[in-house]
């Protein structure tokens, strides 16, 4: 790993590049434990990099984001999934097919509002915090809110307009994690400009 | 039976990619117009199918034809559009158009970090595949047109 460090304070930009987990199909063989450990090389880098851990938390959203816009690509071609007609299925992929490819992992879904537009994920176990414990000055740091940005950006791809947090998280005590999330409206196309 | 082009859109109707290969007659206008209104003809017909359909409609728009050509049409969740003109003895090729999207657009453009979305892709390697893709087809001929 120091060597994976070394060269990450030599060009900081490689993290960007680096590619996201597809424990599927052809890659199955991944070790997820170097996944886990790249992710863990990643975040700190960026504590070094800002102040404060909402900057940490806003760049991780925004890393995540531009994963997500692209991963749902490889998502619809991988997975065969087509539209969805309600959130409820959203839901349902997401935690079913999407969590299960990438992550190998299988979130319960629960906590749905009254309206249907508001549901929880409940990660038993999150990969990525594996053999993460939070330090006492990094007590607002949201470790995994690079998950949050690639579920946003994924739906915002298929028209979803969502929003995502963390609400709870084992790393600060809580007995889950806790992801949730809300419908904020479907985003229709429109006729680019300078057309008729 | 042959394939006569190829357009590959964006869900912000950029033309990310055009080939051709057996077009004798050009539309006469600049390309750049006439990637829009192709767009601007498949946007609409899009929504105009789906207004129209009287029951509840799964994929949409497939394909139309005229007396000498057809348009195949695939669209993605995610608003990619693959649009390929062939002649009137092709079938339908829902799959070969989702594998234009699948095997090579993600795999050689989405997955290439470096590679920017929304704009003309720039791959050669992309060019190239999708060039041999097309070219080994059944229904590709050389002779015809």
Redesign the interface.
């Known amino acids: 790993m120091s060597r994976q460090a070394n060269r990450g304070t030599e060009s900081k930009k490689m993290y960007w590049y680096l590619p996201f987990p597809l424990p599927s199909a052809s890659l199955r063989l991944m070790s997820s434990e170097l996944f886990t450990l790249t992710y863990g090389a990643l975040v700190t880098q960026l504590c070094k990099d800002y102040e404060n851990d909402e900057d940490v938390n806003k760049q991780l959203d925004k890393m995540g984001y531009n994963i997500g816009v692209r991963l749902i690509e490889d998502f619809l071609a991988r997975s065969n999934v087509g539209r969805c007609h309600d959130f409820r299925e959203t839901a349902d992929v997401i935690a079913k097919v999407a969590f299960k490819m990438y992550l190998g992992i299988t979130p319960s879904i629960t906590n749905w509002s009254p309206a249907g537009d508001e549901f929880s994920l409940i990660l038993e176990n999150n990969p990525l915090v594996d053999f993460v414990e939070l330090p006492d000055n990094h007590s607002s740091l949201i470790y995994s809110n690079l998950l949050c940005g690639v579920l946003r950006g994924a739906l915002e791809m298929v028209q979803m307009a969502v929003d995502v947090k963390f609400v709870q998280d084992t790393l600060k005590g809580d007995g889950v994690t806790e992801i949730r999330m809300r419908f904020i409206k479907r985003i229709e196309d429109n006729l680019p400009a300078g057309e008729e | 039976m042959t394939v006569h082009n190829l357009y590959l859109f964006d869900?912000?109707?950029?033309c990310l990619h055009y080939s051709e290969w057996h077009r004798k007659k050009q539309a006469g206008i600049p390309k750049e117009e006439e990637y829009?209104l192709m767009?601007?003809m498949l946007?609409s017909i899009r929504s105009f199918v789906s207004k129209m359909s009287p029951v509840d409609m799964?994929?949409g728009f497939l394909a139309f034809q005229t007396s000498r050509y057809k348009l195949h049409y695939y669209e993605?969740?995610?608003?990619?559009k693959v649009v390929m003109n062939t002649d009137l003895g092709v079938g339908p090729i829902r799959d070969v158009l989702h594998h234009i999207?699948?095997?090579l657009?993600?795999?050689l453009v989405?997955?290439n970090?470096?590679c920017p979305?929304g704009q003309t892709v720039q791959s050669e390697l992309f060019r190239s595949r999708l060039d041999a893709y097309v070219r080994s087809l059944p229904f590709f001929s050389a002779r015809a047109g």
């Open positions: 869900r912000d109707g950029v829009k767009y601007g946007f799964k994929d993605t969740p995610t608003g990619v999207y699948s095997g657009y993600v795999e989405v997955k970090p470096l979305l």
